[in-house]
């Protein structure tokens, strides 16, 4: 195996640590269950890592928090939209100017406009998985029941990854220069 890919392997597992850390230490107690760090950990991922990285990183973070808080029913849907917030994160963020800069590759300006996008559409994605999610498991009364508390872990989300991205993005670019 080359050097490249064992560094992607590795930076896949750490961001499915900070992840499942970031979703099952960091937590605020809401009805339907609580508002956590790791879906801006999961568009983080996406922002920095290629796709299928990203998107296992995001599954297996957001299925093992699932599993050991005691959320099994969850764990198997979490995984699933865990994994299609990194895939729509990702795909408007490929080759993203700001990220770009952020990571020192580039000078150009702009890029910030997809990175709100980006978010935006991954919230979506959360909170209409966790909607589909919750009519399965339960009903649809409480899927609409449900869905305001979805949109604020959503908009935490996006908070978190705005805030984070920086660090990371930073922390990203040293792990790659190291040869």
Not at 4 to 10: D, F, G, S
């Amino acid at each position: 195996m080359n050097s490249a890919k064992i560094r992607k392997l590795v930076l896949a597992a750490f961001f499915a640590a900070v992840i499942f850390f970031g979703t099952f230490l960091i937590k605020i107690p809401i009805p339907n269950g609580y508002i956590h760090f790791g879906d801006g950990f999961i568009s983080i991922a996406a922002a920095l890592l290629p796709l299928p990285y990203a998107m296992a990183a995001a599954a297996v973070g957001g299925l093992l928090s699932d599993l050991i808080a005691g959320f099994a029913a969850y764990a198997p849907f979490t995984a699933a939209v865990k994994l299609l917030i990194a895939l729509v994160v990702g795909l408007i963020l490929r080759k993203n100017v700001f990220v770009g800069r952020l990571l020192g590759q580039t000078t150009e300006k702009g890029g910030f406009f997809p990175l709100i996008i980006a978010c935006l559409a991954g919230g979506a994605v959360n909170a209409g998985g966790y909607f589909i999610t919750d009519c399965i498991l339960y009903s649809f009364a409480a899927a609409i029941s449900a869905l305001p508390l979805n949109c604020l872990q959503s908009a935490f989300g996006i908070a978190v990854f705005f805030l984070f991205l920086p660090a990371f993005a930073k922390a990203f670019a040293r792990f790659h220069s190291e040869s």
